[in-house]
């Protein structure tokens, strides 16, 4: 598993499921709201900050100014707002980036996310998804999707070029 991460150059999640428990709130004039973990945001931002060469990706099959505005807070490298066929804007990136699929790690958790599962050198899921989904995963997170799943893998990509408690140690002599 270590060897996959070590040479992962893209970091793309599926949103809904993924980065929020997969609800949402819609009122009355048709506004939505959703809820993100900290953990996650930080966790990018951390990814930022030691500067180890993993873009970011959001491909998500729902439009939302909500996801628009969360990804521009996180500085997202891509964003793919309300896409069903995620496989086009996978290929879209890779091409941009010039990548193999063992260079690229996607977290997804319902069907629309099976094609690309199915190519990436590291594929994750959460428990929280539907039961069949885990057979295309390499992984099955701890933490369910909206708590923490995505930073799980973000530290596990961290963890993944050296010394985790020397790169922390990078990162906190950025923030003092």
Request: aromatic fraction near 8%; proline fraction near 2%.
């Amino acid at each position: 598993m270590d060897k996959n991460l070590k040479n992962i150059k893209l970091f793309i999640c599926d949103v809904d499921g993924i980065l929020t428990d997969g609800q949402f709130i819609k009122d009355t004039a048709g506004e939505e709201s959703k809820s993100f973990n900290v953990l996650d945001g930080v966790g990018f931002v951390m990814l930022r900050l030691l500067n180890l060469g993993i873009k970011t990706a959001w491909i998500t099959g729902r439009e939302s100014a909500t996801t628009e505005s969360r990804a521009e807070e996180l500085q997202i490298d891509d964003v793919y707002n309300g896409v069903i066929r995620k496989i086009d804007s996978y290929n879209e990136l890779k091409k941009k980036y010039n990548l193999e699929d063992d260079e690229i790690c996607f977290m997804g958790d319902d069907i629309i996310d099976i094609p690309i599962l199915e190519k990436v050198g590291f594929a994750v899921s959460v428990p929280n998804a539907p039961e069949y989904i885990a057979s295309y995963a390499h992984y099955i997170t701890k933490s369910s999707g909206g708590k923490g799943a995505v930073r799980e893998v973000i530290d596990m990509l961290i963890a993944s070029r050296g010394d985790f408690e020397q790169l922390l140690d990078e990162l906190l002599s950025e923030l003092r």
